[in-house]
């Protein structure tokens, strides 16, 4: 079974950073195209970055652009989202998510195209 388990969420001061990971386990496809997703309270989970794994290339939600970088190890098991500059408006659980087919610029951000999820881990700013 795959398992996804985020960590290095927290509270933070506005401003300040924070580095999520996901370890994944137990896939045997080499799609492996892998993202971050966050939900906050009383709003709908939205696609935060995604990162294909065949090209390199990753794709950032416009709010967070120039603020959070994705990337992956070099045996491609472990996902990160460094954060800075955190906003409160970036408060949310944060989701880690493996897609079952390979992304682009134009449908990175689907929730349909996730096949596994993490668990999530909150990340508070204030």
């Known amino acids: 079974h795959v398992q996804l388990v985020e960590s290095g969420g927290g509270s933070v001061q506005p401003g300040g950073s924070l580095r999520l990971s996901c370890a994944a386990s137990g896939y045997s496809s080499i799609v492996n195209c892998m993202g971050w997703y966050r939900q906050g309270i009383g709003e709908e989970r939205e696609g935060v970055a995604g990162i294909n794994v065949e090209t390199g290339t990753a794709y950032y939600r416009d709010s967070v652009k120039g603020r959070f970088t994705i990337s992956q190890n070099n045996p491609k098991d472990t996902l990160y989202l460094q954060m800075n500059s955190l906003k409160p408006e970036d408060t949310a659980i944060y989701y880690c998510?493996?897609?079952?087919?390979?992304?682009?610029?134009?449908?990175?951000?689907?929730?349909?195209?996730?096949?596994?999820w993490g668990r999530g881990t909150q990340v508070t700013v204030s």
């Open positions: 998510a493996m897609f079952k087919t390979y992304i682009s610029g134009d449908n990175w951000h689907r929730r349909e195209l996730v096949g596994y």
